[in-house]
């Protein structure tokens, strides 16, 4: 699968997560073709395309609650011809006990809310499925590790990614560094006992 070129995408004013973080996002989701999965705090649904083209014939739920976001959200998926992405204008958690039975899961943005969407999403995710979390922010890491710890039933990776691009100053390429970021990759297994 080609993974999309950031400039591809429609953004306006909303931040969107980089290809780099993209790619590594959709490897850790696993998610097969016909998968169902949501994505938490979409953003410009730079992730919601990438997956929805990943999952084929499956479904993906863009869960924004920005208004400018969720019409991007609807722009670029018409963008790429994607039909497989359902927008839901919706603050998480509300909502998510709505959602079908899910093979994975993105959370990108928690608004403050990351246990209360986690309790949701687990209870939605079906057993092998993935929750991958972006963590920009080193409270949301904690939250989610701390999360995680408590949780038998979830398996966790995390990692930190630091992108830099080169960049042409003159008659040098100097590094231009993005912001670093964790990934937290949670995997569900049979409840023990």
């Given amino acids: 699968m080609r993974y999309l070129a950031d400039d591809e995408f429609l953004r306006g004013s909303v931040p969107m997560t ?3 973080i993209r790619i590594l996002t959709i490897a850790e989701l696993a998610a097969e073709p016909g998968a169902v999965v949501a994505d938490i705090g ?3 649904g730079s992730l919601s395309v990438e997956a929805a083209r990943a999952v084929g014939s ?3 739920y863009a869960v924004e609650r920005n208004p400018e976001a969720v019409q991007l959200i609807r ?3 018409r963008k790429f ?3 497989n992405i359902q927008v839901l204008e919706q603050e998480a958690p509300q909502g998510l006990e709505q959602l079908p039975m899910l093979d994975g899961a993105i959370v990108g943005g928690s608004g403050g809310h990351l246990e209360e969407i ?3 999403l687990d209870a939605r995710l079906r057993v092998g499925g993935h929750i991958v979390l972006n963590c920009i922010t080193m409270q949301t890491l904690a939250a989610a590790l701390s999360y995680l710890r408590q949780r038998r039933e979830y398996t966790y990776t995390a990692m930190q990614v630091q992108v830099n691009r080169l960049q ?3 008659a040098y390429d100097m590094a231009r560094g993005m912001n670093p970021i964790f990934i937290v990759t ?3 297994q049979e409840e023990k006992e």
Avoid: Y
Wanted: hydrophobic share 35%; glycine share 16%.
């Fill in 42 to 44: 979409a953003g410009t």
């Fill in 58 to 60: 499956g479904q993906v």
């Fill in 81 to 83: 011809g994607l039909t």
């Fill in 18 to 20: 980089k290809r780099e």
């Fill in 186 to 188: 949670a995997a569900k």
């Fill in 75 to 77: 722009e670029n998926a």
């Fill in 168 to 170: 042409p100053v003159g």
């Fill in 118 to 120: 986690l309790d949701c």
